[in-house]
């Protein structure tokens, strides 16, 4: 880290891209332009941030959100002044939905250059509305004390908004007056030397994500004979953890537990005694619907993609909880429902004594049938069809890897056809927005130093998002 800045620019970006480093930062995404040149610097610069330079700044913003969601921790995403900006908005709306930490920090002209016809120059303050967590403008570069402690707070305090406890994006717009490269300036003159600098990080921590306090379920639902638990999708960092807690949750009960293929339950099998995967194939049966009727309904996180699922319960206004480490509201079915704040990648849920396992019982021998018929349909099957790639990936992948699945029909082939399997296998899927923006892009960012990962997506979607393919070059093994 250089200590001689040669103008106040250089020195503010420093800091900026310190603070962060300080709060548990390892990636920054940068996008080419002029007017972002000192942050781009200043990335480039910091050892202990791997700077990553991506040409488009649409797919940049997507890379880092598969980044985000793997690591679980804050990715800095850079572009330069104008419609660069714009460009990002489809992964933060993502980012947002889902809730992916990204620090957003968007390089802006002074203020004396904005509402003038000045080039590169669109209105970038609180660009992004209510899709980040924290939105601030910066003040233009100063080389004193004062204006740099204020910076530090405001850069520490939107990295603790991107974690805890909604997390998600964040937006720093960033202005900068030329010159925008390290070149020296008359008069400029530097309020640190190289003991005071590393002094004025020193109180700063890693930011992670809170454990919060160990959740009790309703007494009443002990009671419950008829339960059911549902797990929507999701991508925990922590999955062991995670299944390990979600599996103590429901082998206490006694309940059966519907998963959604893309969370990581159908990959860890063995955890869960109750199991069912074959639950849209059961569900069209009208006399099942009614055999089957719950009493109550846990939901981990959110709901199932199901819509059978979701309209059968929704019609049913069947009495649920949720349990969710996010102050959101994730009930599409506007049941009868409670919320319980409960992170199962950090501790479980208090439960006491099970209940009757007849209702269990009923549907694992279901479930057994659904997969005994899929097996045989499918290992019998030469002609190509679609959904077979899903039940072929159950079988097939490799422990330890990801698997990145696409919108529209992919997440309804994993639910219908990926089975149960042993071997734990990563599920990434934008499934905050729905939309088929940016997937391939956001493979990339799984893939970067992370575990083999593979893409299943549809043709449109695809071509949707072809200049990801030239962030291949960038991509480094773990």
Sequence with gaps: MPYNWANANELWADVLVETLRRKGVDYAITCPGSRSSPLTFAFARNEAIEAIPILDERSA???????????????????????????????????????????????????????????QTIDQVKFFGGYVRKQVELAVPEASVAMLRYLRQAVSHCTNLAIAPDRGPVHLNVPFRDPLIPVAVDGFASPFDEESYEAFFAHLESTDSLPLIQAQLPKTLLKVERGLILVGPCSPVNEDAWCENVASLANSLGWPVLADALNPARSNCSDFESLVSGYEYILRSEALKEELAPEHVLVVGSLPTSKELRAWIGKGDVSMTFLSDRPVNTD??????????????????????GNS???????????????????????????????????????????????CVSNSMPP??????????????????????????????????????????????GDLALLHDTNGALISKQLKEA
């Design 61 to 119: 913003a997507f890379f880092a959100l598969g980044l985000a969601k793997r690591t679980g921790k804050p990715v800095a995403l850079v572009c330069t002044s104008g419609s660069a900006v714009a460009n990002f908005f489809p992964a933060i709306v993502e980012a947002s939905e889902s809730g992916a930490p990204i620090i957003v920090l968007t390089a802006d002209r002074p203020p004396e250059l904005r509402d003038c016809s000045a080039g």
């Design 332 to 353: 599409a079915t506007q049941s009868r429902a409670n919320h319980v704040y409960a992170d199962f990648e950090f501790g479980g849920v208090l439960v006491g004594e």
């Design 357 to 403: 396992q007849d209702y269990c019982r009923r549907w694992l021998g279901l479930d057994a049938d659904v997969s005994a018929e899929l097996d045989k349909r499918f290992e019998s099957m030469e002609e190509f069809f679609e959904g077979k790639v899903s039940w072929m990936l159950s079988q097939a992948l490799p422990e330890w890897s990801a698997l």
């Design 412 to 457: 309804r082939d994993m639910e219908f056809y990926f089975g149960k399997r042993e071997g734990s296998v990563s599920v990434y899927s934008s499934r905050g927005a729905n939309g088929i923006d940016g997937i391939l892009s956001t493979a990339m960012g799984v893939a970067h130093e992370g575990e083999p990962t593979y893409l299943l997506t």
